[in-house]
């Protein structure tokens, strides 16, 4: 039932923020325009940009994002050029207010799904964390989406403020009609890397007590769930995706970053200038990816160590993983 997705060199995966503007402010959002930049793309460069990515012969994954990507006006346009590129999938994530009419502009046959988040299974827990209205627009966009034949996934962000609540997700998901539910574990970057905000990181203790059982259940009813593995076993091997997966994280000044975690620094692996990819010289996150230290992930010890233990003797209790890698669960519904 339970597997652990592996990384693949094989493939590639394009996360493409295409504009950083957003009309929510949520207390985690890792949007860093002092280093993503505040501008739109224009659709031309969006267009090249994505070709720059794609090679013929490989699989290539795209998630267009932002900000929220649904105040592009070319978005629609950009999924078509994606498509005619070759990429092999599609993905739009959204805080669910849909704006520019998507939904009238793409179809089910371009869009292989409408990602939607949403951190609570109601307002009171949702609304303190995206926003004031949040949950209803977002519920409201994903009933729409789905009328429209639309496959539709849900990411829900845990962190201290809200992992009691996902033990409520299940029959809100099953409800919404979604494909598939993505869990995620906060990071400490953006706005939450600012500071002025309480210690939001979750302990292992709850991770491990809520979140496979939660999966279980989601998976229950049909539903394929995914998870960070986050805390690795004593005989669990590490591995650092900026090594061995073909993931990229595009900024929409040209900065492109192989390691979410790395995306507050100035250290990007690479950049396109002039329409051209070009590696940047060293110090760069291509050279923290290199280094072997008892906690695991080098980027997780030095921007949100909180989550990592020390025995008596001073031992690291665990290593983190690889905030990219993944558990993924999926049973067939039994309807
Ligand atoms: S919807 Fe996304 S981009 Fe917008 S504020 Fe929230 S986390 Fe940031
Ligand atoms: S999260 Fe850690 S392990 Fe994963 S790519 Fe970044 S540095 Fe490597």
Not at 190 to 199: F, I, V, Y
Request: aromatic share 8%; with cysteine; hydrophobic share 40%.
């Amino acid at each position: 039932m339970k597997k652990t997705v592996a990384f693949s060199k094989n493939s590639t995966n394009v996360f493409f923020h295409i504009l950083t503007r957003c009309n929510l402010r949520c207390r985690h959002c890792y949007i860093n325009p002092a280093q993503h930049g505040d501008n739109t793309l224009p659709i031309a460069t969006i267009i090249e940009w994505l070709r720059l990515f794609y090679t013929p012969g490989r699989d290539a994954n795209l998630v267009l994002l932002g900000g929220e990507p649904t105040l592009h006006p070319d978005l629609a346009a950009a999924v078509t050029a994606a498509r005619d590129i070759g990429y092999a999938s599609v993905t739009i994530d959204t805080n669910g207010y849909l704006f520019n009419d998507i939904l009238d502009r793409v179809s089910p046959d371009m869009v292989d799904f409408f990602s939607f988040s949403l951190d609570g299974p109601e307002p009171a827990i949702n609304d303190p964390i995206r926003g004031e209205g949040s949950f209803d627009r977002c519920v409201a966009g994903i009933g729409d989406a789905v009328a429209r034949s639309f496959s539709t996934s849900l990411i829900f962000t845990a962190s201290a403020q809200n992992i009691a609540s996902l033990v409520h997700m299940p029959p809100l998901l099953r409800k919404l009609g979604v494909k598939r539910f993505f869990i995620q574990i906060i990071g400490i970057r953006g706005r939450l890397a600012a500071g002025g905000e309480d210690n939001l990181q979750v302990s292992r203790q709850d991770w491990e007590a809520i979140v496979p059982g939660v999966a279980s259940q989601v998976a229950e009813s049909g539903i394929t769930v995914t998870w960070p593995r986050v805390f690795l076993g004593p005989d669990e091997v590490f591995e650092c995706a900026g090594k061995v997966a073909g993931d990229y994280f595009i900024f929409p000044n040209g900065r492109v970053y192989r390691c979410p975690l790395c995306e507050d620094f100035p250290i990007h692996s690479m950049e396109i200038r002039d329409g051209r990819l070009i590696k940047r010289p060293k110090i760069t996150e291509t050279d923290l990816f290199d280094l072997d230290i008892a906690e695991g992930c080098v980027m997780n010890r030095l921007i949100q160590g909180g989550n990592v233990a020390y025995g008596k003797d001073g031992a690291c209790e665990f290593k983190i993983a690889c905030c990219l890698l993944k558990e993924e669960m999926a049973v067939k519904s039994r309807t």
